[in-house]
């Protein structure tokens, strides 16, 4: 799923459920946690196992060790969907080079020309990844991208089309990087601090400074609920600039006070 090609089967709720499984018991070999994913006498069709146990190894979840499945992140540290959400997110700029990386940083940085398309599955926006990508990109795996995308944040997914709005996805980031509350950050520092995590968010924005819609929706709806404070100075040397809105906070970016995140 996320080395090498995107896959369908491999969904968050599956891996997430797998991991779960593994950490429940102190001994499970790979054919017994396949059984508790796939049912014997419930379970009908083709198996899905193989790809939500490669996104689990991938991810960094489990691993195999003499035909026993061994957790690699302990379940303190994962107590529910939130905290698997939040792994996730931390583990995405792992994956730079990867398909469902390279996907993804055009797909954000599309600003409004993504509400063209009717899908992720649309065939001309499949056309325009395989050409930047330089390798085809099919409906399968658009609609692989589209489960994880909404899930660590990136946007929603109203009917099968794809609106961007990072704010699940930046919200957790301020959350791992636990910054310091009213503290004023310069906006250059921010955004260097934002790229430890979210790199795949917010590259190809040097050197204009402008950032794409899924991050201005993201700082906006974080300003407004008073989660941060989006501050211009007109004495600043650097400044970034949001991307136009015509009813939302619209001034340059020269610095940030993190307040706290709900």
Same mark, same amino acid.
């Given at each position: 799923?996320?080395?090498?090609?995107?896959?369908?089967?491999?969904?968050?709720?599956?891996?997430?459920?797998?991991?779960?499984?593994?950490?429940?018991?102190?001994?499970?070999?790979?054919?017994?946690?396949?059984?508790?994913?796939?049912?014997?006498?419930?379970?009908?069709?083709?198996?899905?196992?193989?790809?939500?146990?490669?996104?689990?190894?991938?991810?960094?979840?489990?691993?195999?060790?003499?035909?026993?499945?061994?957790?690699?992140?302990?379940?303190?540290?994962?107590?529910?969907?939130?905290?698997?959400?939040?792994?996730?997110?931390?583990?995405?700029?792992?994956?730079?080079?990867?398909?469902?990386?390279?996907?993804?940083?055009?797909?954000?940085?599309?600003? &409004?020309?993504?509400? =063209? %398309?009717? +899908?992720? !599955?649309?065939?001309?926006?499949?056309?325009?990844? *395989? $050409?930047?990508?330089?390798?085809?990109?099919?409906?399968?795996?658009?609609?692989?991208?589209?489960?994880?995308?909404?899930?660590?944040?990136?946007?929603?997914?109203?009917?099968?089309?794809?609106?961007?709005?990072?704010?699940?996805?930046?919200?957790?980031?301020?959350?791992?990087?636990?910054?310091?509350?009213?503290?004023?950050?310069?906006?250059?520092?921010?955004?260097?601090?934002?790229?430890?995590?979210?790199?795949?968010?917010?590259?190809?924005?040097?050197?204009?400074?402008?950032?794409?819609?899924?991050?201005?929706?993201?700082?906006?709806?974080?300003?407004?609920?008073? &989660?941060?404070?989006? =501050? %211009?100075? +007109?004495? !600043?040397?650097?400044?970034?600039?949001?991307?136009? *809105? $015509?009813?939302?906070?619209?001034?340059?970016?020269?610095?940030?006070?993190?307040?706290?995140?709900?």
């Amino acid at each position: 799923m996320f080395v090498g090609n995107m896959v369908t089967e491999a969904i968050p709720a599956r891996v997430y459920s797998l991991y779960k499984i593994v950490v429940s018991k102190k001994e499970i070999t790979r054919a017994e946690v396949q059984k508790c994913i796939e049912p014997e006498g419930i379970y009908e069709g083709n198996s899905y196992f193989a790809a939500i146990f490669k996104a689990a190894t991938e991810l960094g979840l489990v691993e195999i060790q003499d035909n026993i499945v061994i957790p690699l992140i302990p379940k303190e540290e994962i107590k529910g969907i939130e905290d698997f959400k939040k792994y996730v997110i931390s583990k995405m700029d792992s994956f730079e080079g990867e398909q469902f990386y390279e996907v993804t940083n055009i797909i954000v940085n599309l600003n &409004e020309e993504i509400y =063209k %398309y009717r +899908s992720v !599955a649309d065939t001309d926006l499949l056309n325009l990844l *395989s $050409n930047q990508i330089g390798k085809q990109i099919t409906a399968p795996m658009a609609r692989g991208w589209r489960f994880w995308a909404p899930f660590i944040g990136l946007g929603y997914v109203n009917g099968m089309a794809f609106l961007p709005n990072a704010y699940i996805y930046v919200k957790n980031i301020l959350k791992i990087l636990n910054i310091e509350k009213n503290k004023e950050i310069a906006i250059d520092e921010f955004m260097a601090m934002l790229g430890k995590y979210g790199k795949m968010l917010t590259s190809n924005m040097q050197p204009e400074r402008n950032m794409n819609l899924a991050l201005s929706s993201a700082l906006r709806e974080l300003h407004d609920n008073g &989660e941060i404070e989006l =501050k %211009y100075s +007109s004495d !600043a040397k650097n400044r970034w600039i949001l991307f136009p *809105s $015509n009813e939302a906070f619209n001034d340059q970016i020269a610095s940030i006070i993190v307040k706290g995140v709900k």
